[in-house]
């Protein structure tokens, strides 16, 4: 069974910190797509980035990073010099082949303090 | 700015009451995702249409249904609401065919409170 785990219930850093999520997933799938999304307090999930199974290449945009590696079946997030916008709510998700329908893991609490 | 907008953004309902939740996805997108977000989980897959047919359902049972519009509209209803219904309702859309695992655009969502 598909599975996305994110075990980092909620992590607080001060403005400028460098903080990584984590992001676990399961899959029997040879092709899957993994994505990162944000839900500030407005709700609406933001899509931050999509990789599919086949591209193990570290991906940098501005202040975030990702980190994929399917040895150990993980797609950490690396937010480096954190500020107090980035406070949201980070869901990673693995989309599903059969159904195409994304799993989501239960999220990780980011609070930036100032 | 998703471009999906969804309505009510709040509603409270009863037990046993019945409820339909609106979305307008972005023009031109063909696929429209409906998710059930618990307090402090992450989204469920309730349902998914692609062109005006239902193309994979969650596990979530028949009193969950939806439609999706021509005009890139769609709507979720739910029929005899329980408790446990109480959550955040997330529409999402898609360009293109679901097999094609892109990404998705959310609304705000819909907060169901059933008392």
């Known amino acids: 069974a598909q599975k996305v785990t994110q075990a980092q219930t909620e992590i607080s850093v001060v403005e400028k910190e460098d903080v990584t999520l984590d992001c676990v997933y399961e899959t029997r799938d040879t092709t899957y797509y993994l994505f990162w999304y944000k839900q500030p307090p407005s709700g609406e999930l933001v899509f931050l980035i999509r990789r599919n199974s086949f591209d193990e290449q570290n991906e940098i945009s501005g202040r975030y990073s990702w980190n994929f590696q399917k040895s150990t079946s993980s797609f950490n997030f690396t937010i480096t010099a954190s500020q107090v916008v980035d406070s949201a709510v980070y869901f990673c998700?693995?989309?599903?082949?059969?159904?195409?329908?994304?799993?989501f893991g239960t999220g990780t609490r980011l609070k930036v303090l100032a | 700015e998703t471009g999906v907008t969804q309505s009510p953004t709040h509603l409270i309902k009863t037990r046993g009451q019945q409820v339909t939740l609106r979305c307008s996805s972005q023009s031109g997108h063909n696929t429209v995702s409906w998710y059930q977000q618990a307090l402090g989980q992450g989204p469920q897959f309730i349902f998914q249409?692609?062109?005006?047919?239902?193309?994979g359902r969650g596990n979530f049972p028949p009193r969950f249904s939806g439609l999706q519009f021509p005009n890139y509209s769609s709507e979720l209803n739910v029929n005899a609401l329980e408790l446990d219904d109480s959550a955040l309702y997330l529409c999402?859309?898609?360009?293109?065919?679901?097999?094609?695992?892109?990404?998705?655009?959310f609304g705000s969502g819909t907060q169901l409170s059933v008392l």
């Open positions: 999402a859309s898609s360009l293109n065919s679901p097999r094609l695992n892109e990404k998705l655009f």
């Open positions: 249409y692609y062109r005006e047919e239902e193309n």
């Open positions: 998700a693995l989309t599903d082949s059969g159904t195409y329908k994304y799993i």
